[in-house]
């Protein structure tokens, strides 16, 4: 097998590291922001004493920010909502940590356990809400951070599924194996 076209390697490419790339110290993908959401998930140490419930408003705090993006932490008490919303020009990526959350857009409505993700696209409307009987507590990772959060009336949750554009949102709303 010796033609123009046959390549061999002798030896160990991982003792060739001009081939290997470096490990990155921020997430550039949405696979990698998906995997920094998880992580954070599962570090329960990390957040769960910064938790704090609010019956008057929503309570936020920032976990962390990197190069472009921003991670939050949110609580949520029985009855308490988001209004129908998008996130301007950032991407973003929710994961309930506990508790059950209901989201709403135009194609319907979605309940969300702990451990369930959701990825969505620039301009994607929707309306979440805690319907439960118990506390929830939220991740959200937005990339680029979050600089707008555009409330919308609830017709525009209507049949058109969310803006006139419709972005894309990829969702897993059953728990991996990895997450909290």
Do not use: K
Not at 43 to 57: C, E, I, M, P, S
Not at 75 to 101: A, C, F, K, N
């Amino acid at each position: 097998m010796n033609s123009d076209n046959d390549l061999q390697i002798a030896g160990d490419l991982l003792e060739v590291p001009h081939l290997l790339q470096p490990p990155r110290e921020h997430p550039v993908t949405v696979a990698e922001f998906a995997g920094l959401a998880r992580a954070v998930a599962a570090d329960r140490d990390a957040w769960a004493h910064l938790v704090r419930y609010d019956a008057t408003a929503r309570w936020y705090h920032r976990l962390r920010q990197g190069p472009g993006y921003e991670v939050w932490l949110l609580s949520w008490v029985p009855g308490q909502g988001s209004g129908p919303h998008d996130h301007g020009r950032s991407s973003g990526i929710l994961t309930v940590l506990e508790g059950t959350l209901t989201e709403r857009t135009g194609r319907g409505t979605r309940t969300l356990a702990a451990g369930a993700q959701r990825v969505f696209a620039p301009g994607y409307a929707h309306d979440v809400v805690n319907d439960a009987l118990e506390p929830a507590v939220s991740l959200h990772v937005y990339y680029p951070g979050l600089t707008e959060m555009p409330m919308l009336p609830q017709s525009q949750l209507g049949s058109t599924g969310g803006t006139p554009a419709s972005p894309h949102c990829e969702a897993r709303t059953e728990p991996s194996a990895t997450a909290v």
